[in-house]
DNA sequence: CCTTGTACTCTACCATGGTAGAATGTCAAT
DNA sequence: ATTGACATTCTACCATGGTAGAGTACAAGG
């Protein structure tokens, strides 16, 4: 039960040309010259290719402009062009590519029009989230917040910044699910794709987590106490300040930006 | 200058596979016993395989849970199966199609809570639109905005619906373009379609048309006055009213819909 | 009658080859 | 030195064939 698929063509020319950096996050220790991480064949690899590159672009792997040709990448994947080609359009439309017909396809630059734009349409669907769930909460799910909110103080405390990152995802797509409105968390999560990169690049401030935390207290306590008003403000103030310092990226990494 | 393109295999099956009704709205009359309307090769294609379905999807000329399935469309579109693929794919990232692997590609049903949420969603963008928007227009579009009430007034008078529902979509993507958000008007465009289904059904009541001219209306005297709280609201009430068939709808049609 | 196994048919999915078009470099003509 | 034609070499795009898997019909066995 190892090769179930992969019975037909392509002597898969076992994925060497230009030992290229499009590992995902493999946490535990590879060993040393590990080529590219193959796809795996029992699942389905379009969405797989997708990930993979998604997450190359948002952590800055691949860097603005730089080339992602279809058949280098299958190359380097050891899959068709086929499901490359469909995890490019999926990237395109998120506006992390930018497909060029019968030129190329290049990671697309970090337009602050863009990012900006993101935050906007972030902004508008996670207040009007919040202003709903006010006093519409079940006792379980409170819980369940303030739980993830107790892990959070612990990341504070630890200065685990991935895992504080990853408790505020929980957080704000717990919002919306308990709302019962997952589609929404999809179009966040779509646009917000445009500010991870920024995000990744903005510096660890200290005493940033301490303020997102702080600001995160705030909308929950809102929203346990029904308070509408209060709770859209506060989460407009959170994501406000998730994105402060676009302004001191600008001129730092002129070279990565367009606009 | 006529078959450029097209020089490749496929002798094309003449498309006559069980003459199905796919073809768009061409306006002018075809002749006779036309058979599917055929693509035009020199331009992309999966765009118009997208364009075509999403179009017949909306006007409920397939109807909910009939199967699309790649081959059968391709035969009947004369294109390969690739730009179909495509177009399904997407239409699928938009909820209009259901894909089950290895099962097949099916017209997804109207799900109710899915177009309360796009409601919801489109909601939460455009009265952050029409807030930002207040006080913040060039004079140069407020007199195009007029120009297009009075368009509505006259679709209005004569009863033109078709024409009306065209000026109004003008009406609030100007509101999105103006305000530099063409990304938001996207995402708002790609909620919509769940709801077009559900607007193409609603019976065209009487007096209905003055109604949302009038909400048209003080959504721009409100706009123009630099009111942003009074536009949010006149628009939220617009938005609302554009929807609020949906539960005479739920008896009528509960063969189409779930949930 | 109900279950189980087994061909058979259908599907979406992937691999892969061919095509036109865009960019670039070369070289002759101006 | 500049321009224009042509060849070369890329690209994304489309066509098409093969594959595994999910249904279904039906026969054999309970």
Redesign the interface.
């Known amino acids: 039960m190892e090769e179930k698929r992969r019975k037909l063509g392509a002597p898969i020319p076992d994925a060497q040309p230009s030992a290229t950096l499009l590992d995902s996050g493999s946490v535990a220790g590879s060993p040393a010259a590990a080529a590219v991480e193959p796809v795996n064949p029992r699942l389905?690899i379009a969405p797989q290719i997708y990930e993979r590159l998604r997450r190359a672009i948002t952590t800055l792997i691949v860097l603005p402009s730089e080339a992602l040709s279809e058949k280098e990448l299958s190359l380097q994947l050891g899959v068709s062009r086929?499901p490359v080609r469909?995890a490019l359009?999926?990237l395109a439309?998120e506006?992390l590519v930018d497909i060029l017909?019968q030129r190329g396809s290049f990671v697309a630059p970090i337009r602050l029009?863009?990012v900006e734009?993101?935050q906007?349409?972030r902004?508008?669907?996670e207040?009007?989230v919040a202003r709903?769930l006010a006093g519409h909460c079940s006792p379980r799910f409170l819980s369940e917040l303030k739980l993830n909110l107790a892990r959070q103080e612990s990341a504070v405390a630890e200065q685990d910044r991935d895992f504080f990152l990853e408790l505020d995802e929980a957080f704000h797509r717990g919002l919306c699910e308990e709302a019962?409105?997952?589609?929404?968390w999809r179009?966040i999560q779509s646009?917000k794709l445009q500010m991870d990169r920024v995000r990744y690049l903005s510096l660890p401030e200290p005493g940033h987590l301490d303020v997102l935390l702080a600001q995160h207290r705030q909308i929950t306590e809102a929203i346990e106490r029904g308070q509408a008003d209060e709770a859209g403000l506060h989460m407009s103030a959170h994501l406000k300040e998730v994105l402060g310092s676009a302004n001191l990226l600008r001129q730092k990494l002129a070279h990565l930006i367009e606009s």
């Not at 019962?180 to 929404?184: A, Q, T």
């Open positions: 389905p086929t469909e359009i999926r439309d506006g017909p029009r863009d734009e993101a906007f349409i902004e508008s669907l207040v009007a709903r019962g409105l997952s589609k929404s179009v646009v």
